[in-house]
Protein backbone atom coordinates (compact mmCIF):
# COMPACT_ATOMS: atom_id res chain seq x y z
CA UNK A 1 0.00 0.00 0.00
CA UNK A 2 0.97 3.59 -0.51
CA UNK A 3 0.27 4.50 2.80
CA UNK A 4 -1.43 7.14 4.80
CA UNK A 5 -2.45 7.49 8.26
CA UNK A 6 -5.37 6.67 10.47
CA UNK A 7 -6.40 9.60 12.68
CA UNK A 8 -7.06 8.80 15.80
CA UNK A 9 -9.82 9.82 18.64
CA UNK A 10 -8.48 11.56 21.84
CA UNK A 11 -7.15 14.65 18.93
CA UNK A 12 -7.17 17.19 20.82
CA UNK A 13 -4.28 19.76 20.41
CA UNK A 14 -4.91 20.75 24.37
CA UNK A 15 -2.99 17.44 25.25
CA UNK A 16 0.86 18.48 26.37
CA UNK A 17 3.02 16.78 23.90
CA UNK A 18 6.76 17.96 22.64
CA UNK A 19 7.67 16.93 19.24
CA UNK A 20 10.71 14.62 20.71
CA UNK A 21 13.96 13.60 19.24
CA UNK A 22 12.81 10.27 20.18
CA UNK A 23 9.69 10.41 18.07
CA UNK A 24 11.47 12.11 15.04
CA UNK A 25 13.92 8.90 15.04
CA UNK A 26 10.76 6.49 15.25
CA UNK A 27 9.41 8.59 12.47
CA UNK A 28 11.96 8.32 10.10
CA UNK A 29 12.49 4.52 11.11
CA UNK A 30 8.76 3.75 10.35
CA UNK A 31 8.28 5.50 6.90
CA UNK A 32 11.47 3.74 5.68
CA UNK A 33 8.59 1.28 5.38
CA UNK A 34 7.14 3.68 2.68
CA UNK A 35 10.29 4.08 0.91
CA UNK A 36 10.42 0.43 0.39
CA UNK A 37 6.97 0.30 -0.78
CA UNK A 38 7.82 3.44 -3.46
CA UNK A 39 11.08 1.23 -4.43
CA UNK A 40 9.09 -1.70 -5.15
CA UNK A 41 6.85 0.83 -7.44
CA UNK A 42 9.40 2.13 -9.36
CA UNK A 43 12.14 -0.76 -9.76
CA UNK A 44 9.95 -3.10 -11.62
CA UNK A 45 9.54 -0.90 -15.12
CA UNK A 46 13.49 0.05 -15.12
CA UNK A 47 13.93 -3.94 -14.84
CA UNK A 48 11.48 -4.61 -16.98
CA UNK A 49 13.18 -2.91 -19.58
CA UNK A 50 16.81 -4.02 -19.34
CA UNK A 51 17.69 -6.55 -21.73
CA UNK A 52 19.48 -8.77 -19.65
CA UNK A 53 16.81 -9.32 -17.43
CA UNK A 54 14.53 -10.28 -20.28
CA UNK A 55 16.83 -12.16 -22.11
CA UNK A 56 16.64 -14.60 -18.83
CA UNK A 57 13.26 -14.70 -18.18
CA UNK A 58 11.07 -13.31 -21.07
CA UNK A 59 13.30 -14.33 -24.51
CA UNK A 60 9.88 -14.28 -25.94
CA UNK A 61 9.71 -10.28 -24.65
CA UNK A 62 13.18 -9.67 -25.77
CA UNK A 63 12.34 -11.21 -29.47
CA UNK A 64 9.40 -8.93 -29.88
CA UNK A 65 11.51 -5.87 -28.54
CA UNK A 66 13.90 -6.29 -31.27
CA UNK A 67 11.73 -5.98 -33.65
CA UNK A 68 10.17 -2.68 -32.13
CA UNK A 69 9.66 -1.45 -35.12
CA UNK A 70 7.04 -3.36 -36.36
CA UNK A 71 4.55 -2.58 -33.28
CA UNK A 72 5.52 0.16 -31.15
CA UNK A 73 2.40 -0.71 -28.40
CA UNK A 74 3.06 -5.03 -27.96
CA UNK A 75 6.53 -5.69 -27.67
CA UNK A 76 6.16 -6.02 -23.67
CA UNK A 77 2.74 -7.34 -23.70
CA UNK A 78 3.28 -11.02 -21.89
CA UNK A 79 0.87 -12.08 -18.94
CA UNK A 80 4.11 -13.50 -17.30
CA UNK A 81 6.24 -10.22 -17.42
CA UNK A 82 3.18 -8.28 -15.63
CA UNK A 83 2.74 -10.98 -13.39
CA UNK A 84 6.47 -10.06 -12.21
CA UNK A 85 5.11 -6.43 -11.54
CA UNK A 86 1.44 -7.28 -10.63
CA UNK A 87 2.32 -10.33 -7.78
CA UNK A 88 3.38 -7.93 -5.32
CA UNK A 89 0.18 -6.12 -4.91
CA UNK A 90 -2.04 -9.59 -4.62
CA UNK A 91 0.21 -10.69 -2.07
CA UNK A 92 0.04 -7.35 -0.28
CA UNK A 93 -3.51 -7.49 -0.52
CA UNK A 94 -4.27 -11.35 1.03
CA UNK A 95 -1.49 -9.81 3.67
CA UNK A 96 -2.98 -6.89 4.90
CA UNK A 97 -5.56 -8.90 6.37
CA UNK A 98 -3.62 -11.08 8.39
CA UNK A 99 -1.27 -7.86 9.16
CA UNK A 100 -4.53 -6.05 10.18
CA UNK A 101 -4.62 -9.54 13.16
CA UNK A 102 -0.89 -9.24 13.91
CA UNK A 103 -1.20 -5.62 14.27
CA UNK A 104 -3.83 -5.78 16.99
CA UNK A 105 -2.90 -9.52 18.55
CA UNK A 106 1.02 -8.56 18.61
CA UNK A 107 1.49 -5.25 18.56
CA UNK A 108 2.79 -2.24 15.78
CA UNK A 109 6.28 -3.06 16.21
CA UNK A 110 6.28 -6.66 15.59
CA UNK A 111 4.34 -6.25 12.82
CA UNK A 112 6.62 -4.02 11.14
CA UNK A 113 10.01 -6.88 12.29
CA UNK A 114 7.50 -8.91 10.06
CA UNK A 115 7.55 -7.08 7.37
CA UNK A 116 11.02 -6.12 7.07
CA UNK A 117 12.13 -10.07 7.35
CA UNK A 118 9.88 -10.44 4.48
CA UNK A 119 11.21 -7.80 2.40
CA UNK A 120 14.55 -9.30 3.18
CA UNK A 121 13.95 -13.10 2.08
CA UNK A 122 11.84 -11.33 -0.94
CA UNK A 123 14.68 -9.26 -2.39
CA UNK A 124 16.96 -12.42 -1.49
CA UNK A 125 14.85 -14.66 -3.70
CA UNK A 126 14.13 -11.71 -6.57
CA UNK A 127 17.72 -10.40 -6.97
CA UNK A 128 19.80 -13.98 -6.89
CA UNK A 129 16.69 -15.66 -9.05
CA UNK A 130 17.80 -18.74 -11.05
CA UNK A 131 14.27 -18.68 -12.79
CA UNK A 132 10.81 -17.41 -12.75
CA UNK A 133 9.86 -19.37 -9.72
CA UNK A 134 12.31 -17.75 -7.62
CA UNK A 135 11.25 -14.28 -9.32
CA UNK A 136 7.68 -14.58 -8.72
CA UNK A 137 8.57 -16.19 -5.22
CA UNK A 138 10.74 -13.42 -4.57
CA UNK A 139 8.03 -10.57 -5.65
CA UNK A 140 5.29 -12.23 -3.57
CA UNK A 141 7.25 -11.71 -0.23
CA UNK A 142 8.20 -8.31 -1.06
CA UNK A 143 4.64 -8.16 -1.46
CA UNK A 144 4.02 -9.77 2.01
CA UNK A 145 6.28 -7.44 3.33
CA UNK A 146 4.55 -4.21 1.62
CA UNK A 147 1.14 -5.51 3.15
CA UNK A 148 2.49 -5.78 6.49
CA UNK A 149 4.12 -2.86 6.36
CA UNK A 150 1.71 -0.69 5.24
CA UNK A 151 -0.42 -1.48 7.78
CA UNK A 152 1.63 -1.05 10.47
CA UNK A 153 3.61 1.74 9.44
CA UNK A 154 0.95 4.02 9.23
CA UNK A 155 -0.49 3.31 12.18
CA UNK A 156 2.58 3.33 13.71
CA UNK A 157 3.33 6.87 12.98
CA UNK A 158 -0.29 8.18 13.64
CA UNK A 159 -0.43 7.00 17.20
CA UNK A 160 3.01 7.92 18.20
CA UNK A 161 2.58 11.66 16.36
CA UNK A 162 2.08 14.37 18.52
CA UNK A 163 -1.87 15.40 17.58
CA UNK A 164 -1.32 18.94 16.00
CA UNK A 165 1.28 17.20 13.54
CA UNK A 166 -0.81 14.40 12.62
CA UNK A 167 -2.61 15.57 9.10
CA UNK A 168 1.25 16.82 8.39
CA UNK A 169 3.03 13.82 8.81
CA UNK A 170 -0.05 12.05 7.05
CA UNK A 171 1.33 13.17 3.48
CA UNK A 172 5.05 12.78 4.77
CA UNK A 173 4.46 8.90 4.55
CA UNK A 174 3.12 9.53 0.94
CA UNK A 175 6.24 11.53 0.25
CA UNK A 176 8.27 8.70 1.34
CA UNK A 177 6.93 6.91 -0.99
CA UNK A 178 7.47 9.01 -3.60
CA UNK A 179 11.32 9.62 -2.61
CA UNK A 180 11.49 5.34 -3.18
CA UNK A 181 9.81 5.84 -6.62
CA UNK A 182 12.54 8.43 -7.23
CA UNK A 183 14.94 6.39 -5.76
CA UNK A 184 14.27 3.52 -7.47
CA UNK A 185 14.42 5.71 -11.13
CA UNK A 186 17.76 6.43 -10.80
CA UNK A 187 19.55 2.88 -9.33
CA UNK A 188 17.85 1.75 -12.49
CA UNK A 189 19.15 4.34 -14.25
CA UNK A 190 22.62 3.52 -12.91
CA UNK A 191 22.16 -0.05 -13.30
CA UNK A 192 21.09 -0.43 -16.68
CA UNK A 193 24.31 -0.22 -18.27
CA UNK A 194 25.86 -2.67 -15.96
CA UNK A 195 25.85 -5.79 -17.64
CA UNK A 196 24.44 -8.59 -16.94
CA UNK A 197 23.76 -8.07 -13.77
CA UNK A 198 22.57 -4.77 -13.34
CA UNK A 199 18.79 -5.92 -13.16
CA UNK A 200 19.69 -7.87 -10.08
CA UNK A 201 21.73 -5.05 -8.21
CA UNK A 202 18.65 -2.62 -8.82
CA UNK A 203 16.21 -5.41 -7.22
CA UNK A 204 18.76 -6.27 -4.21
CA UNK A 205 18.46 -2.56 -3.64
CA UNK A 206 15.28 -2.82 -1.63
CA UNK A 207 17.41 -4.76 0.72
CA UNK A 208 19.39 -1.86 2.52
CA UNK A 209 16.05 -0.27 3.86
CA UNK A 210 15.08 -3.48 4.52
CA UNK A 211 18.36 -4.20 6.74
CA UNK A 212 17.72 -0.20 8.32
CA UNK A 213 14.02 -0.94 8.66
CA UNK A 214 15.28 -4.27 10.57
CA UNK A 215 17.71 -2.94 12.68
CA UNK A 216 16.09 0.63 13.62
CA UNK A 217 13.02 -1.28 14.66
CA UNK A 218 14.49 -2.87 17.63
CA UNK A 219 15.71 0.99 18.90
CA UNK A 220 11.71 1.97 18.63
CA UNK A 221 8.98 1.76 21.42
CA UNK A 222 5.50 -0.06 21.08
CA UNK A 223 2.97 2.74 20.42
CA UNK A 224 0.71 3.45 23.97
CA UNK A 225 -2.68 2.67 22.12
CA UNK A 226 -1.57 -1.04 21.09
CA UNK A 227 0.19 -1.26 24.38
CA UNK A 228 -3.19 -0.40 26.11
CA UNK A 229 -5.25 -2.13 23.90
CA UNK A 230 -3.86 -5.57 25.02
CA UNK A 231 -3.74 -4.24 28.54
CA UNK A 232 -0.38 -3.39 29.33
CA UNK A 233 -1.82 -0.40 30.70
CA UNK A 234 1.47 0.33 33.00
CA UNK A 235 3.65 0.65 30.13
CA UNK A 236 1.23 2.20 27.74
CA UNK A 237 1.57 5.10 30.63
CA UNK A 238 5.39 5.51 30.78
CA UNK A 239 5.81 4.66 27.03
CA UNK A 240 3.31 7.55 26.20
CA UNK A 241 5.44 10.25 29.33
CA UNK A 242 8.32 9.04 27.06
CA UNK A 243 7.10 10.38 23.33
CA UNK A 244 5.07 12.80 24.49
CA UNK A 245 8.92 14.35 26.18
CA UNK A 246 6.31 15.81 29.61
CA UNK A 247 5.39 14.02 32.53
CA UNK A 248 1.71 15.06 32.93
CA UNK A 249 0.02 13.11 29.99
CA UNK A 250 -3.09 12.28 32.30
CA UNK A 251 -5.42 13.70 30.04
CA UNK A 252 -4.08 11.78 26.81
CA UNK A 253 -3.88 8.65 28.70
CA UNK A 254 -7.02 8.69 29.74
CA UNK A 255 -8.91 9.40 26.54
CA UNK A 256 -6.82 6.01 24.54
CA UNK A 257 -8.22 4.21 27.87
CA UNK A 258 -11.27 5.23 26.70
CA UNK A 259 -11.02 4.74 23.30
CA UNK A 260 -9.77 1.46 23.30
CA UNK A 261 -12.43 0.46 25.82
CA UNK A 262 -15.46 1.68 23.69
CA UNK A 263 -13.86 0.44 20.68
CA UNK A 264 -14.00 -3.14 22.22
CA UNK A 265 -17.59 -2.68 23.10
CA UNK A 266 -17.93 -2.85 19.08
CA UNK A 267 -17.91 -6.88 18.62
CA UNK A 268 -17.71 -6.81 15.27
CA UNK A 269 -16.56 -3.75 13.53
CA UNK A 270 -17.05 -4.78 9.74
CA UNK A 271 -20.40 -6.19 10.60
CA UNK A 272 -20.70 -2.26 11.43
CA UNK A 273 -18.83 -1.06 8.80
CA UNK A 274 -22.27 -2.47 6.49
CA UNK A 275 -24.94 -0.90 8.25
CA UNK A 276 -26.13 2.32 6.13
CA UNK A 277 -24.97 5.07 8.64
CA UNK A 278 -21.09 3.87 7.54
CA UNK A 279 -22.16 4.11 3.49
CA UNK A 280 -20.17 7.65 3.00
CA UNK A 281 -17.16 7.30 4.34
CA UNK A 282 -17.29 3.43 2.88
CA UNK A 283 -18.11 4.64 -0.35
CA UNK A 284 -16.00 7.09 -0.42
CA UNK A 285 -12.98 5.60 0.68
CA UNK A 286 -13.41 2.52 -1.53
CA UNK A 287 -14.14 4.47 -3.96
CA UNK A 288 -11.10 6.88 -4.16
CA UNK A 289 -8.83 3.80 -4.13
CA UNK A 290 -10.70 2.60 -7.55
CA UNK A 291 -10.54 6.00 -9.17
CA UNK A 292 -6.98 6.89 -7.49
CA UNK A 293 -5.61 3.78 -9.39
CA UNK A 294 -7.72 4.57 -12.31
CA UNK A 295 -6.30 7.67 -12.88
CA UNK A 296 -3.55 5.79 -14.81
CA UNK A 297 -0.88 7.14 -12.57
CA UNK A 298 0.70 3.81 -11.92
CA UNK A 299 0.77 3.15 -15.54
CA UNK A 300 2.90 6.00 -15.69
CA UNK A 301 4.85 4.63 -12.39
CA UNK A 302 5.66 1.50 -12.89
CA UNK A 303 5.90 1.33 -16.59
CA UNK A 304 7.40 4.66 -17.25
CA UNK A 305 10.35 3.20 -18.91
CA UNK A 306 8.55 1.26 -21.06
CA UNK A 307 5.70 3.60 -21.59
CA UNK A 308 9.04 6.57 -22.75
CA UNK A 309 10.89 3.65 -25.08
CA UNK A 310 6.76 2.98 -26.93
CA UNK A 311 6.83 6.76 -27.54
CA UNK A 312 10.11 6.54 -29.24
CA UNK A 313 13.22 7.01 -26.77
CA UNK A 314 16.09 4.96 -26.88
CA UNK A 315 16.79 2.74 -23.70
CA UNK A 316 18.76 5.11 -21.37
CA UNK A 317 16.72 8.61 -22.69
CA UNK A 318 13.86 6.10 -21.56
CA UNK A 319 14.98 5.81 -17.82
CA UNK A 320 16.44 9.26 -17.13
CA UNK A 321 12.82 10.58 -18.48
CA UNK A 322 11.76 8.02 -15.20
CA UNK A 323 14.05 9.95 -12.67
CA UNK A 324 12.07 13.02 -14.09
CA UNK A 325 8.78 12.53 -13.47
CA UNK A 326 9.85 10.68 -10.26
CA UNK A 327 11.56 14.23 -9.16
CA UNK A 328 7.87 15.84 -10.09
CA UNK A 329 6.70 13.58 -7.92
CA UNK A 330 8.46 13.88 -5.07
CA UNK A 331 8.27 18.07 -5.57
CA UNK A 332 4.45 18.32 -6.09
CA UNK A 333 3.45 15.57 -2.91
CA UNK A 334 5.53 19.02 -0.94
CA UNK A 335 3.44 21.28 -2.75
CA UNK A 336 0.19 19.11 -1.62
CA UNK A 337 1.57 18.89 1.92
CA UNK A 338 1.51 22.79 1.94
CA UNK A 339 -2.20 23.25 0.19
CA UNK A 340 -4.05 20.90 1.87
CA UNK A 341 -5.37 22.36 4.62
CA UNK A 342 -5.76 26.05 2.69
CA UNK A 343 -7.44 25.13 -0.23
CA UNK A 344 -8.79 22.25 1.34
CA UNK A 345 -9.69 18.37 -0.28
CA UNK A 346 -12.54 19.32 -2.75
CA UNK A 347 -10.33 21.85 -4.81
CA UNK A 348 -7.19 20.32 -5.30
CA UNK A 349 -9.38 16.96 -6.26
CA UNK A 350 -11.22 19.08 -8.88
CA UNK A 351 -8.39 21.01 -9.94
CA UNK A 352 -6.23 18.20 -10.56
CA UNK A 353 -8.83 16.28 -12.54
CA UNK A 354 -8.96 19.22 -15.06
CA UNK A 355 -5.12 19.45 -15.31
CA UNK A 356 -4.82 15.35 -15.46
CA UNK A 357 -7.46 14.93 -17.99
CA UNK A 358 -5.64 17.77 -20.50
CA UNK A 359 -2.47 16.27 -20.08
CA UNK A 360 -4.21 13.10 -20.86
CA UNK A 361 -5.90 13.65 -24.27
CA UNK A 362 -3.31 15.74 -25.55
CA UNK A 363 -1.07 12.87 -25.27
CA UNK A 364 -3.43 10.84 -26.27
CA UNK A 365 -4.20 12.60 -29.30
CA UNK A 366 -0.08 13.41 -30.35
CA UNK A 367 0.14 9.77 -30.14
CA UNK A 368 -2.71 8.65 -32.62
CA UNK A 369 -1.98 11.11 -34.50
CA UNK A 370 2.16 11.10 -35.23
CA UNK A 371 3.08 7.83 -33.80
CA UNK A 372 0.37 5.74 -35.39
CA UNK A 373 1.05 1.83 -34.76
CA UNK A 374 4.67 1.92 -37.19
CA UNK A 375 5.95 5.08 -37.21
CA UNK A 376 8.19 6.67 -34.77
CA UNK A 377 7.90 10.16 -33.17
CA UNK A 378 9.81 12.99 -33.53
CA UNK A 379 11.93 14.75 -31.29
CA UNK A 380 9.82 17.66 -30.71
CA UNK A 381 6.54 15.79 -29.99
CA UNK A 382 8.27 13.36 -27.95
CA UNK A 383 9.47 16.36 -25.60
CA UNK A 384 5.92 17.38 -25.29
CA UNK A 385 5.12 14.03 -24.63
CA UNK A 386 7.43 13.96 -21.56
CA UNK A 387 6.25 17.59 -20.40
CA UNK A 388 2.55 16.75 -20.34
CA UNK A 389 3.20 13.01 -18.69
CA UNK A 390 4.80 15.63 -15.73
CA UNK A 391 1.80 18.20 -15.74
CA UNK A 392 -0.26 15.58 -15.36
CA UNK A 393 1.66 13.69 -12.26
CA UNK A 394 2.32 17.03 -10.97
CA UNK A 395 -1.45 16.99 -10.47
CA UNK A 396 -1.73 13.28 -9.32
CA UNK A 397 1.26 14.45 -6.90
CA UNK A 398 -0.82 17.12 -4.86
CA UNK A 399 -4.65 15.56 -5.09
CA UNK A 400 -5.49 11.84 -5.50
CA UNK A 401 -2.10 10.71 -4.53
CA UNK A 402 -2.30 11.49 -1.27
CA UNK A 403 -5.89 12.41 -0.56
CA UNK A 404 -6.77 8.85 -1.56
CA UNK A 405 -4.88 7.90 2.03
CA UNK A 406 -6.03 10.76 3.77
CA UNK A 407 -9.36 11.10 3.52
CA UNK A 408 -9.91 7.64 4.22
CA UNK A 409 -7.95 8.10 7.24
CA UNK A 410 -10.22 10.38 8.79
CA UNK A 411 -13.91 10.37 7.65
CA UNK A 412 -14.70 6.65 9.62
CA UNK A 413 -15.83 6.77 12.92
CA UNK A 414 -13.04 5.39 15.69
CA UNK A 415 -15.27 2.33 16.63
CA UNK A 416 -14.86 1.50 12.81
CA UNK A 417 -11.57 3.50 11.74
CA UNK A 418 -8.78 0.76 11.45
CA UNK A 419 -10.92 -2.20 10.13
CA UNK A 420 -12.42 0.70 7.58
CA UNK A 421 -9.07 1.73 6.49
CA UNK A 422 -7.87 -1.81 6.15
CA UNK A 423 -10.35 -2.27 3.49
CA UNK A 424 -9.69 0.93 1.30
CA UNK A 425 -5.75 -0.20 1.75
CA UNK A 426 -6.47 -4.16 0.07
CA UNK A 427 -8.63 -2.09 -2.19
CA UNK A 428 -6.21 0.23 -2.96
CA UNK A 429 -4.23 -3.23 -3.65
CA UNK A 430 -6.71 -4.56 -5.42
CA UNK A 431 -6.59 -2.25 -8.42
CA UNK A 432 -2.80 -1.44 -8.44
CA UNK A 433 -2.75 -4.99 -9.04
CA UNK A 434 -5.32 -5.08 -11.63
CA UNK A 435 -3.41 -2.01 -13.38
CA UNK A 436 -0.22 -3.74 -12.97
CA UNK A 437 -1.25 -6.69 -14.60
CA UNK A 438 -3.60 -4.94 -17.54
CA UNK A 439 -1.72 -2.05 -18.78
CA UNK A 440 0.49 -3.61 -20.85
CA UNK A 441 -1.37 -5.79 -22.71
CA UNK A 442 -4.54 -3.00 -22.48
CA UNK A 443 -1.47 -0.08 -24.14
CA UNK A 444 -1.11 -3.49 -26.55
CA UNK A 445 -4.79 -3.80 -27.08
CA UNK A 446 -6.22 -0.22 -27.23
CA UNK A 447 -3.39 1.66 -28.22
CA UNK A 448 -3.05 5.36 -27.99
CA UNK A 449 -7.06 4.79 -26.87
CA UNK A 450 -5.44 3.73 -23.50
CA UNK A 451 -4.73 7.60 -22.80
CA UNK A 452 -8.73 8.40 -23.89
CA UNK A 453 -9.53 5.65 -21.46
CA UNK A 454 -8.08 6.81 -18.54
CA UNK A 455 -8.92 10.52 -19.64
CA UNK A 456 -13.07 8.70 -19.28
CA UNK A 457 -11.97 7.68 -15.86
CA UNK A 458 -11.06 10.99 -14.63
CA UNK A 459 -14.03 12.86 -15.82
CA UNK A 460 -16.22 10.19 -13.97
CA UNK A 461 -13.88 10.80 -10.69
CA UNK A 462 -14.11 14.57 -10.97
CA UNK A 463 -18.07 14.56 -11.12
CA UNK A 464 -17.84 12.36 -7.92
CA UNK A 465 -15.42 14.51 -6.52
CA UNK A 466 -18.04 17.66 -7.38
CA UNK A 467 -21.02 15.36 -6.04
CA UNK A 468 -20.14 13.07 -3.17
CA UNK A 469 -17.08 14.04 -1.71
CA UNK A 470 -17.54 16.63 1.09
CA UNK A 471 -15.05 19.10 2.35
CA UNK A 472 -13.47 17.42 5.86
CA UNK A 473 -10.62 20.39 6.05
CA UNK A 474 -10.68 21.98 9.44
CA UNK A 475 -13.47 19.69 10.61
CA UNK A 476 -12.82 17.77 13.77
CA UNK A 477 -12.37 14.19 12.96
CA UNK A 478 -15.45 13.32 15.48
CA UNK A 479 -17.00 15.79 14.35
CA UNK A 480 -17.46 14.26 10.85
CA UNK A 481 -21.24 13.07 10.76
CA UNK A 482 -22.63 16.38 12.41
CA UNK A 483 -21.01 18.89 10.63
CA UNK A 484 -20.65 17.23 7.42
CA UNK A 485 -22.86 13.54 6.50
CA UNK A 486 -25.82 15.18 8.17
CA UNK A 487 -25.39 18.42 6.05
CA UNK A 488 -24.84 16.72 2.76
CA UNK A 489 -27.39 16.92 0.26
CA UNK A 490 -26.85 13.16 -0.85
CA UNK A 491 -25.23 10.92 2.24
CA UNK A 492 -27.31 12.85 4.82
CA UNK A 493 -30.34 10.29 4.21
CA UNK A 494 -28.20 7.19 5.19
CA UNK A 495 -28.15 9.57 8.86
CA UNK A 496 -31.44 9.08 9.28
CA UNK A 497 -31.53 5.30 10.12
CA UNK A 498 -30.59 6.26 14.14
CA UNK A 499 -31.67 2.44 14.98
CA UNK A 500 -28.48 2.09 13.35
CA UNK A 501 -25.94 4.89 15.21
C1 LIG B 1 -0.45 5.40 -4.89
C2 LIG B 1 0.52 4.52 -5.60
C3 LIG B 1 1.29 5.37 -6.58
C4 LIG B 1 1.96 6.51 -5.88
C5 LIG B 1 2.64 7.42 -6.85
C6 LIG B 1 0.29 6.50 -4.21
O1 LIG B 1 -0.62 7.32 -3.55
O2 LIG B 1 -1.19 4.65 -3.95
O3 LIG B 1 -0.17 3.48 -6.22
O4 LIG B 1 2.25 4.61 -7.23
O5 LIG B 1 1.01 7.25 -5.15
O6 LIG B 1 3.29 8.45 -6.20
Not at 30 to 35: H, K, Q, R
Not at 99 to 114: E, I, V
Not at 160 to 166: H, M, T, Y
Not at 365 to 379: F, H, N, S, Y
Request: proline residues 3%; contains cysteine.
Amino acid sequence: MAGGFVAFSGDSPAFQAKMTVYVFICVVIAAVGGLIFGYDIGISGGVTAMDDFLIKFFPAVYERKKQAHEDNYCKYDNQFLQLFTSSLYLAALVASFFASATCSKLGRKPTMQLASIFFLIGVGLASGAANMYMLIMGRILLGFGVGFGNQAVPLFLSEIAPARLRGGLNIVFQLMVTIGILIASVVNYLTSSIHPYGWRLALGGAGIPALILLFGSLLICETPTSLIERNKTEEGKATLKKIRGVEDVDEEYQSLVHACEFARQVKDPYRRLMKPHSRPPLVIGLLLQLFQQFTGINAIMFYAPVLFQTVGFGNNAALLSAVITGSVNVLSTLVGIFLVDRTGRRFLLLQAAVQMLSCQLVIGIILAKDLGVKGTLGKTEAMIVVILVCVYVMGFAWSWGPLGWLIPSETFPLETRTEGYALAVSCNMFFTFVIAQAFLSMLCAMKSGIFFFFSAWIVVMGLFALFFVPETKGVSIDDIKDSVWKRHWYWKRFMRQEHDV
